[in-house]
């Protein structure tokens, strides 16, 4: 990927896309491509936060490590999402999560030093960054309302509509973004809860799951189990 294509995937970014010019250049002057391949670590928790990173191909999970080694994934990202950007202002700068890519995976690499720096010469930049972790804060108090208050079901549900809305291209198929052992972890259910629970919403010929591929069948169906709470 060379400087042209660079800054052509910022502008193309919902959020970075709406900064000037001569801020989206300077950030395009400071990003390094990079590769990783399936079941490669980006960063590991706890570990020094030197780079943030956007997501041009493939799927990252991020996830907490138990004392015991188990893992409780908080988050699948992919193409067009950013990772680690909050942990550039975090005192101590670290990572609070690991992430581990799912698939084949490329990335931008943005340097925290340089990208701060460029934050306090932006206040464009900076009102927009100060948007987006509200925004991303309100969706985490949503997401532990649905996963402390709410069953499998339901959140499985809203996990499908989220989907579907982002890959509405698609029409009514979407692409399962990651293993199902990976989804039962976002949604804090077991592998075998999720696929009774896929099951159970195949039967009713709401779904229609065949490999990685699942396909809605009824959209109505599902938003009133969603709204049933």
Do not use: W
């Not at 988050?75 to 550039?88: F, P, T, Y």
């Not at 101590?92 to 995976?105: G, N, Q, R």
């Not at 509200?134 to 709410?150: A, F, K, N, P, T």
Request: aromatic residues 4%; glycine residues 6%.
């Amino acid at each position: 990927m060379n400087a042209q294509d660079m800054l052509q995937a910022l502008r193309e970014h919902p959020l970075l896309g709406q900064l000037g010019e001569s801020d989206l250049e300077a950030l395009a002057a400071m990003a390094r491509p990079c590769t990783l391949q399936p079941r490669q670590i980006l960063f590991q928790q706890d570990e020094a936060a030197r780079h943030f990173y956007l997501i041009r191909r493939g799927t990252l999970k991020l996830y907490l490590s138990s004392p015991e080694g188990e893992e409780k994934v908080l988050e699948v990202l992919g193409k067009g999402q950013m990772a680690a950007m909050a942990a550039a202002f975090m005192q101590p700068e670290a990572y609070p999560l690991t992430a581990e890519a799912i698939d084949e995976v490329e990335l931008l690499e943005f340097p925290n030093d340089s990208f701060r720096d460029l934050v306090t010469q932006s206040g464009r930049l900076a009102l927009l960054l100060l948007g987006a972790l509200s925004q991303r804060l309100h969706l985490m108090v949503g997401e532990i309302d649905r996963l402390s208050l709410h069953k499998a079901t339901y959140r499985l549900v809203l996990y499908l509509l989220d989907k579907l809305e982002q890959q509405r291209g698609s029409g009514a198929s979407l692409t399962l973004e990651a293993p199902k052992y990976v989804i039962a972890s976002r949604l804090s259910i077991t592998p075998e809860t999720l696929s009774r629970t896929l099951g159970q919403l195949q039967r009713q010929g709401l779904v229609e799951l065949q490999g990685d591929q699942l396909r809605i069948l009824d959209e109505a169906g599902l938003r009133r189990l969603a709204d049933a709470g």
